[in-house]
């Protein structure tokens, strides 16, 4: 069995409070799999950390140690339970038209918006205006027209590997060939 430093390596979320982790489960499946939006699972999960100060159960900063701050966001919950399924993703820019794919260093240093294959009349990005931040000026952003998502072998078997039955299969395989 892996050693629990190592459970806490994996999953952030097993250095937290355990009021702290039935949490953000209860906040991560009622987006998962109930029908709360991002902004609805953020307030979900404000109320539970609010409650959980209320009744003094969150270590203060001077307290807290080796601690993780709260999590403040869906994202973040996700990220502490390892759900966050982002990071075995690829995704790559994509022609509206051809559905030729692009890099994302190939889409931030193209000339124009239009797709390179000849006669294409698809495009591969279109630009957004920031809203203007603390003292810096209005940034014009080049978001993918469209996105091709797929997940590379090696990551698909880093995942596939990371699951705690495949684990106990492997411990059993080696255990009958001894
Ligand atoms: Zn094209």
């Known amino acids: 069995m892996r050693s629990s430093?190592?459970?806490?390596?994996?999953?952030?979320?097993?250095r937290e409070l355990a009021g702290l982790r039935l949490l953000y489960l209860q906040v991560a499946s009622v987006n998962?799999?109930?029908s709360d939006t991002v902004l609805g699972s953020t307030n979900r999960l404000q109320d539970g950390l609010d409650l959980l100060e209320l009744m003094n159960v969150l270590p203060?900063?001077?307290?807290?140690?080796?601690r993780l701050r709260p999590a403040q966001t869906l994202a973040t919950v996700k990220k502490r339970l390892r759900?966050?399924?982002?990071?075995?993703?690829?995704?790559?820019?994509?022609c509206t038209s051809c559905y030729k794919v692009y890099s994302m260093e190939q889409m931030q240093t193209m000339t124009s918006p239009d797709c390179t294959v000849k006669?294409?009349?698809g495009i591969v990005y279109r630009e957004k205006?920031?809203?203007?931040?603390l003292g810096r000026e209005r940034e014009v952003k080049r978001i993918p027209a469209k996105?091709?998502?797929?997940?590379?072998?090696?990551?698909?078997i880093t995942r596939f590997l990371l699951r705690k039955h495949q684990e106990n299969a492997s411990q059993l395989k080696s255990l009958k060939a001894t």
């Open 32 to 34: 998962i799999f109930g």
């Open 119 to 121: 006669r294409c009349k």
């Open 5 to 14: 430093s190592l459970d806490a390596s994996l999953v952030p979320a097993l």
């Open 83 to 94: 759900l966050d399924t982002d990071e075995f993703i690829v995704q790559s820019p994509t």
């Open 147 to 156: 996105i091709f998502c797929y997940s590379p072998i090696e990551k698909t």
């Open 60 to 66: 203060t900063a001077s307290q807290a140690g080796s």
């Open 129 to 133: 205006c920031m809203a203007e931040d």
